[in-house]
């Protein structure tokens, strides 16, 4: 069972270059997410996405771009890294909105450093 | 945008000792879960609490969610170190999902 699925597992940017995060998913999720993870902190919601076609921003989308034009993908996009920008990336998907049936799936996470 | 405050934020404790862990909010949540993160792993789901009051027991876990659903609590007897991880309470509902703050568990052997 893949669930999932994020590449790379680790990267190293310098300041001004871009690269896309790779996301997909096997479970026809509606539903799937952005998020960073500071050193020993929750998680941040960057964009999220509701279906192929619809995208939205989260908490910290400065700096990041999303599309969703499958259901399976949802890639994140870094234009031009920042040292702020060094963090764990996950993603996850659900099928519908959290309840008491739906619950989050996450990828293992990228972790980023911009140098 | 709702936020969820966890405490405490950092924990460190000896093999079989109790705690627990708070997560509240000043808003009504709709929903709440509960997930524990290992290190070098995305979050795992524990558990989901829907109506105000409910307690759910998962082996030595045990879960509560406040009567006007603004809080919600993680009690774990006799910790174990397998226990040690970050856990996350989450809030869920339509289209938008809020994690909370965090705490992160040490349990030493």
């Known amino acids: 069972n893949a669930g999932v699925t994020q590449t790379p597992k680790f990267r190293i940017l310098k300041i001004g270059q871009s690269m896309t995060l790779q996301c997909t998913q096997d479970?026809?999720?509606?539903?799937m997410y952005w998020y960073r993870q500071d050193p020993g902190m929750g998680l941040k919601l960057i964009y999220y996405s509701v279906g192929a076609g619809i995208t939205d921003k989260g908490e910290v989308p400065n700096g990041y771009n999303v599309s969703r034009s499958t259901t399976e993908d949802f890639p994140l996009r870094l234009e031009l890294a920042a040292p702020s920008q060094t963090s764990v990336y996950f993603c996850a998907s659900s099928s519908g909105a959290l309840g008491t049936n739906e619950k989050l799936f996450f990828g293992s996470g990228t972790q980023l450093s911009v140098l | 945008t709702q936020l969820l405050e966890q405490s405490p934020q950092f924990l460190s404790i000896q093999e079989g000792e109790n705690l627990t862990v708070y997560c509240n909010s000043s808003?009504?949540?709709?929903?709440l879960q509960w997930y524990r993160q290992e290190p070098g792993e995305g979050p795992v789901l524990l558990v989901t609490?829907?109506?105000?009051?409910e307690v759910k027991k998962l082996k030595r876990l045990t879960f509560q969610f406040g009567d006007a659903r603004k809080d919600s609590s993680l009690h774990i007897t006799a910790a174990q170190p397998g226990d040690t991880g970050l856990y996350l309470c989450i809030s869920g509902g339509y289209q938008k999902v809020t994690f909370g703050t965090g705490t992160k568990l040490q349990v030493i052997p």
């Open positions: 808003s009504v949540f709709s929903s």
């Open positions: 479970m026809n999720h509606n539903y």
């Open positions: 609490v829907v109506t105000g009051g």
